[in-house]
């Protein structure tokens, strides 16, 4: 065992109120489903937390290389999290690559827990590195604690018979039993999960479990140094009631089926397999009792215009996709449009443009959601900020879909996705039905007239062989009222703007914008869609305790945005708007209000950190 201390006697010895760890190694190491079950021992022991999986886009790099790694972040602890950290303070890296990727975000003091097992001439040549980094001093701002974890892994499954490529997949539960250790974990829990996964295998099970133990084991029993503690961060003060972990794309699923509960309706889901999308098709297949119907099309054209079928059939038709399947099915969005069906299209966007960055999150497409279809083609676009607030604004695409007759954007992003935090499950009391009603008999006297709009500027849904009700739908403009086919110049004005007036007058139905945190008015507003909520927010409370005139607004409704966020924003000095893009929001923002926002833009595939936002709150401010 080798360690390189950089000032053990100056840290404190005051238990923080969070810790921000990350684990990382090569993307077969094993590191989501450990930094998956370390979440499931936070939410276990009552912490609060926010997650950062963040995994290479290649299905399985070459072995040891700087591109295969593979890392899961992690921020808990017994106070309010809203995000998944800025800095690490403690570095797991089971190789030299995973190391040189990750050592420059960790904070200086932090500790790195290196396995010197993998340290060999190769997987330094691998990494870049000349001379091994544990050996030549260049870690000396950090608190360094190497061993064999490979070796002592190996010792830990010897009696149950693995060849060694096999045992050494039990290095990640042998880290994670360490990991327990530090942080004063439960093992039970992990224990029957081990024994649950592999059920058909008691001897990966009973090996895996060894592992784990032997991990834990060698934390109460080694002397690690002075720097390394058993650290307990007790529970969050949390409101009674039901909580369970949930990723973003679990909370879109949960609450595409709450919404078309809540609508009364059977829900078609159709799909093509996408990174970060897919997640969403895997939980709605588990949810078929609910009156789900999943549809895995052959490709992004196919999967919605199934959707738009279900749809005009008298289901909720829904579809998801990232940014490049959501090109693809930019002409059907068109169709549903013109068709003025309801549709829910979920984008979980992702670095772009073209096939771009696979696994790594980005805000690239808020163009593409509001602006991004032939003719005009106006669709209302809700975005989620969180992954718990993504099962939310799901219900609310789905009643906009419903009451409107319209393809709605519900708009995420791989880091919303794959992250994952608690989340209060809702008593299913608290949300307002928002039943369908089909027309099931003419509606002018002895005429049916399907264009014939409601006081929201709503057509009516009738169902395909409704006696007396056949009517025309297509993509070719429509007569007003009557649905006849109909190209004249006065009709298609008429329709354009029936159809704008529609998706603009949804504003009506939405709440005006709040303020998050500060007040209505001041020197600076920081304005943040989607998933900046989280950093947006704590550097706005750290600036502000610092006595800064600045707010957070954040915007859910982002097309038609709230009636009051024009005057509201007006009333400050200057609007910052950070998104993870070239400014697009910020346009939209100037475009609609006249307001002069600025843009704080980053697209390195990586989400804003607090630090960040901070600096620049300062810097508007200065």
């Known amino acids: 065992m080798a360690t ?76 309010s999290i809203d995000t998944a950290g800025d800095a690490p303070d403690v570095l797991v890296a089971m190789n030299p690559a995973a190391l040189k990727t990750n050592v420059g975000a960790l904070k200086p003091g932090g500790l790195i827990i290196a396995d010197t097992g993998e340290f060999t001439k190769r997987n330094l040549e691998k990494a870049k590195y000349d001379v091994s980094p544990l ?18 892994t190996l010792e830990s499954v010897k009696p149950f018979g693995l060849g060694n490529k096999e045992a050494l997949r039990c290095k990640n539960m042998w880290t994670l039993g360490l990991a327990l250790w530090m942080f004063d974990r439960d093992r039970a829990p992990l224990i029957d999960w081990l024994n649950a996964k592999f059920a058909k295998n008691k001897v ?5 479990v060894a592992a784990l133990n032997a991990g834990h084991a060698y934390g109460e029993t080694a002397e690690l140094g002075g720097h390394v503690k058993k650290l307990h961060l007790g529970p969050v003060p949390t409101p009674a009631g039901l909580y369970r972990t949930i990723t973003g794309a679990d909370a879109v699923a949960l609450g595409l089926v709450a919404g078309a509960q809540l609508a009364h309706l059977p829900m078609f889901f159709g799909g093509y397999p996408i990174t970060p999308a897919s997640s969403i098709l895997h939980a709605l297949v588990r949810l078929k009792e609910f009156g789900v119907t999943t549809f895995q099309a052959e490709d992004e054209i196919a999967a919605i215009c199934a959707a738009i079928g279900a749809s005009y059939a008298g289901q909720l038709g829904v579809t998801s996709s990232s940014g490049p399947g959501i090109a693809l099915k930019g002409e059907a969005m068109g169709l549903a449009v013109m068709t003025e069906l309801p549709l829910v299209i979920v984008n979980s966007q992702r670095g772009g443009p073209s096939t771009g960055l696979p696994t790594k999150t980005e805000q690239s497409d808020l ?84 264009y014939k709009r409601d006081g929201k500027g ?6 395909p062989g409704t006696p007396g009700l056949m009517h025309r739908i297509g993509g070719i403009e429509k007569a007003v009222d009557t649905g006849h086919l109909d190209y004249s110049p006065a009709n298609h004005q008429a329709q354009t703007d029936a159809r704008k007036a529609k998706v603009d007058g949804i504003a009506q139905s939405i709440p005006d914008q709040d303020v998050c945190l500060g007040a209505p008015g001041g020197k600076l507003a920081v304005v943040g869609w989607g998933s900046t909520y989280g ?82 709150i300062e810097g508007a401010l200065a």
């Open 4 to 79: 390189q201390l950089a000032d053990p006697e100056a840290k404190s010895t005051v238990a923080p109120e969070a810790v921000v760890v990350r684990f990382a190694g090569d993307s077969g190491d094993g590191m989501q489903l450990t930094g998956g079950q370390f979440t499931l021992s936070s939410a276990l022991a009552g912490n609060d937390f926010a997650t950062f999986p963040d995994f290479p886009a290649e299905i399985r790099a070459p072995q040891g290389t700087l591109f295969g790694v593979s890392a899961f972040q992690i921020n808990f602890g017994s106070t």
């Open 135 to 152: 050996e030549d001093g260049s870690l000396a701002k950090w608190q360094v604690l190497a061993f064999d974890i490979s070796a002592l």
């Open 367 to 450: 163009y593409q959601a509001v602006y991004g279809r032939n003719g005009d083609a106006p669709i209302p676009v809700v975005s989620a900020r969180s992954p718990s607030d993504a099962f939310e604004c799901a219900i609310e695409a789905c009643r906009i879909a419903v009451q409107y007759m319209t393809p709605v954007i519900l708009l995420t992003d791989g880091y919303i996705a794959n992250a994952a935090e608690p989340w209060q499950v809702p008593d299913p009391a608290t949300f307002k039905e928002f039943p369908v009603t089909f027309l099931a008999e003419k509606n002018a006297g002895d005429t049916l007239l399907p």
């Open 458 to 463: 709503t057509r009516p849904w009738i169902k």
């Open 535 to 616: 950093p947006i927010h704590q550097a706005v409370g750290r600036a502000r305790a610092k006595g800064m005139d600045v707010s957070h607004i954040h915007v859910r409704h982002i097309w038609p945005m709230p009636q009051n966020l024009g005057e509201l924003l007006k009333g400050y000095d200057k609007v910052l708007v950070p998104e993870m893009n070239t400014g697009q929001f910020k346009t939209v923002l100037r475009d609609q209000f006249l307001v002069d926002a600025k843009p704080l833009t980053k697209t390195s595939g990586q989400p804003f950190t607090i630090a960040e936002i901070e600096a620049a």
């Open 204 to 208: 990966l099970a009973d090996a895996n």
